[in-house]
């Protein structure tokens, strides 16, 4: 894939409307999108997708939803607000603010597409290493030795290197005097940690258990680009799994398989995955990796696994004073009982956003299509059926004759089941194309020889390939391709 490719996924994706830049009568608002009702319908497909392998397919997880607001000493307890920040540096010339490290990773990309491996490498290891202690002076003196300029002014006229937080705050309260500070949740774990009791009692689950939760986050992103890559309001989708504690090597090492076979069951191409482990630590974990996706702009996470260790639990517990305690009656090699203890965690995390953006770059394709002297191209979006925004499109091959009647027949018909799409307008050809650059898999044609023996044209969008089938089959065709089993089993 190319960053041609990105500009024409990124186009596609307004013109179909799956993405629209969000309040554009208004010239928009910076790093903030809105998902069009074709976006919608796949983004929220993609969310099914993961709730449905991590709490449908598990016996022992569980879903919340909490509150995106929480107290002031949620963040306090989790770290965010002594710690959670970015290292910034501006150009003086262009007024330009940029964060470091992706300064560098933008750098050790040109230089893997330039074949200069050693030199990736080279700064890679050494960027590993200032991140890991925190060394802001030897950022900029790395942006320096690789002559990293400004993409806007051209210039290396660069200012120190600053720490930024990334948390919005606001006030909670009738009257501003008396107004409290919150934050808008730079993440949604710590919902899952102030619930654990609640939940492990109220489900009587034992360990290992897991707590799953999708919903928005808000991170004051000074640099946010790549389309949706990196936003400002985003959506997550974290599952936080109980262990017991000496068990947490092994539980890592579950999570990571199974987190990658469940992205390639997607089938957006197995060599577009790889994992990249931590040298910089979080605060909270003693092991951490990405699985990282081949974006047109070179791999980037996607999903993080990460072993929190009882870091979260253990300063819940400190700083309210409740007791974040599991009493395990299981007995040890010694035939004891565990006994009470705080349990470890292993977080699996990833972006809802920007698994659709890796959907939509994986499944955006050109070709070439008709004979030699009158040669197209079509533009289709391959997505796997279930996950598409639109099942199946129906269309009556003209307006009149009672063909609309029969076609509005079949679609009441299948409505219930599959979200629908209806046109009568444009030549079928025409009306083929759109649905294959929205992705819907399958198209069904009424014409007059369907009134004489209840007939329709069946056409499958990856192959192009149209069949004459019974309107009787359609339901059981349909039920064959798009099914949960397909990606779940």
């Known amino acids: 894939m190319s960053e041609e490719i990105f500009k024409k996924v990124v186009s596609h994706a307004k013109e179909y409307g799956f993405v629209f830049p969000s309040s554009e009568i208004y010239d928009g608002l910076g790093a903030v999108y809105d998902y069009g009702q074709n976006g919608a319908e796949l983004k929220n497909n993609l969310r099914q997708y993961w709730w449905k392998a991590m709490v449908q397919m598990h016996e022992n997880i569980v879903g919340i939803d909490a509150a995106i607001f929480m107290h002031p000493k949620t963040w306090k307890a989790s770290g965010h607000i002594d710690g959670f920040s970015d290292p910034m540096i501006d150009n003086k010339d262009s007024k330009k603010r940029y964060r470091a490290d992706q300064l560098l990773e933008d750098k050790i990309t040109r230089y893997e597409k330039d074949g200069k491996t050693n030199k990736a490498e080279e700064l890679q290891a050494a960027l ?20 990293i300029a400004c993409p806007i002014s051209g210039t290396r006229n660069w200012t120190d290197v600053r720490q930024f937080n990334l948390m919005f705050s606001t006030e909670m309260g009738a009257m501003a005097e008396d107004a409290d500070k919150i934050y808008l949740r730079p993440e949604t774990a710590q919902g899952i940690f102030v619930n654990f009791l609640n939940v492990q009692k109220t489900g009587r689950m034992k360990i290992p258990f897991g707590i799953a939760q999708t919903g928005k986050a808000f991170r004051n992103e000074i640099i946010a680009r790549q389309f949706i890559m990196r936003m400002r309001e985003f959506e997550q989708m974290e599952m936080q799994f109980f262990i017991r504690p000496g068990t947490q090597k092994q539980w890592y090492e579950y999570w990571k398989e199974a987190r990658l076979k469940w992205h390639k069951k997607l089938g957006l191409g197995d060599d577009n995955y790889r994992f990249h482990d931590h040298v910089k630590l979080a605060h909270y974990a003693d092991a951490a990796v990405d699985i990282e996706f081949n974006f047109p702009f070179g791999f980037k996470e996607m999903e993080g696994i990460h072993s929190r260790t009882d870091f979260d639990l253990r300063n819940h517990q400190e700083l309210s004073g409740k007791k974040m305690q599991y009493f395990d009656a299981e007995l040890d090699e010694n035939g004891k009982p565990y006994g009470n203890y705080i349990p470890y965690v292993i977080e699996t995390s990833i972006g809802l956003d920007r698994l659709f953006l890796a959907t939509l770059c994986a499944s955006y394709k050109e070709e ?99 069949e004459r089938i019974s309107i009787s089959q359609i339901r059981e065709i349909l039920a064959a391709e798009i099914n949960w089993k397909n990606l779940l089993v």
């Open 128 to 147: 590993d290493q200032a991140l890991l202690d925190n060394d802001l002076v030897q950022l900029k003196m790395l942006i320096e030795q690789h002559e």
């Open 368 to 466: 070439e299509v008709g004979e030699d002297d009158k040669k197209d191209t079509r533009v289709v979006l391959a997505l796997p059926p279930v996950l598409a925004p639109y099942k199946v499109a129906i269309f009556p091959l003209t307006k009149k004759d009672g063909l609309p009647e029969v076609a509005r027949e079949i679609m009441g018909d299948l409505k219930l089941d599959y979200n629908c799409f209806y046109e009568e307008k444009d030549a079928i050809g025409k009306r083929y194309r759109r649905q294959d650059a929205l992705g819907t898999p399958f198209c069904i044609t009424v014409d007059h020889e369907s009134l004489e023996n209840k007939t329709v044209t069946i056409r499958y969008r990856d192959t192009m390939k149209q």
